[in-house]
């Protein structure tokens, strides 16, 4: 299996999560928080979106989809187009609201342009520096590699946070 084609099965079980997760969820399981500081499924699933988008977007030396496609606009978040979730407030966490439908649509036009880049990647290509100011260097396969293992903690996490949830009789 080439290197491309391995990025994109493991993408791919990605989808498979956030779709799972997404399926006939409505406003009170998306936000739903096992405390007051915990993370909603809105949450998650934004912040694992957003990260896939800022990174793809600047290995392919294009804008992200969030406001490219206007994604921002449709969300209506109330902090800058600018934010991906990290650091944020647990007010902030709170602030990410949106339906099953339109998490799911921004995820799979992420989704989707991810999908289409990776059979791309040559082992080279893997192997090209796109961030120096870590030591050692960041490399575009590392990076991908990154993206990846956060996407799926946080699947994961909305999973998790999904079954409470439903256990909680919400």
């Given at each position: 299996?080439?290197?491309?084609?391995?990025?994109?099965?493991a993408?791919?079980?990605v989808?498979?999560?956030v779709r799972?997760?997404?399926?006939?969820?409505?406003?009170a399981?998306?936000?739903?928080?096992?405390?007051?500081?915990?993370?909603s499924?809105?949450?998650?699933?934004?912040?694992?979106?957003?990260?896939?988008?800022?990174?793809?977007?600047?290995?392919?030396?294009?804008?992200e989809?969030?406001?490219?496609?206007?994604?921002?606009a449709?969300f209506?978040?109330?902090?800058?187009?600018?934010?991906?979730?990290?650091?944020?407030?647990?007010?902030?966490?709170?602030?990410?609201?949106?339906?099953?439908?339109?998490l799911?649509g921004?995820?799979?036009?992420?989704?989707?342009?991810?999908?289409?880049y990776?059979?791309?990647?040559t082992?080279?290509?893997?192997?090209?520096?796109?961030?120096?100011?870590?030591?050692?260097?960041?490399?575009?396969?590392?990076?991908?590699?990154?993206?990846l293992?956060?996407?799926?903690?946080?699947?994961?996490?909305?999973?998790?946070?999904?079954?409470l949830?439903?256990?909680?009789g919400?």
């Amino acid at each position: 299996m080439l290197s491309g084609e391995l990025l994109s099965e493991a993408y791919g079980r990605v989808g498979g999560v956030v779709r799972s997760v997404l399926r006939q969820a409505g406003p009170a399981l998306l936000e739903y928080r096992a405390d007051p500081e915990a993370n909603s499924i809105a949450w998650l699933v934004w912040h694992l979106t957003r990260v896939q988008d800022g990174h793809v977007s600047e290995l392919l030396g294009e804008d992200e989809l969030w406001t490219t496609d206007g994604w921002a606009a449709k969300f209506g978040l109330p902090f800058p187009d600018t934010e991906t979730g990290y650091g944020q407030t647990t007010e902030q966490v709170g602030g990410v609201r949106a339906s099953a439908e339109l998490l799911g649509g921004y995820f799979d036009a992420v989704h989707a342009r991810t999908l289409a880049y990776l059979p791309t990647l040559t082992p080279d290509d893997l192997d090209r520096i796109v961030d120096t100011s870590w030591n050692p260097p960041v490399t575009l396969g590392a990076r991908l590699v990154s993206v990846l293992a956060d996407d799926l903690q946080h699947a994961g996490q909305a999973a998790f946070v999904r079954g409470l949830a439903v256990r909680s009789g919400v």
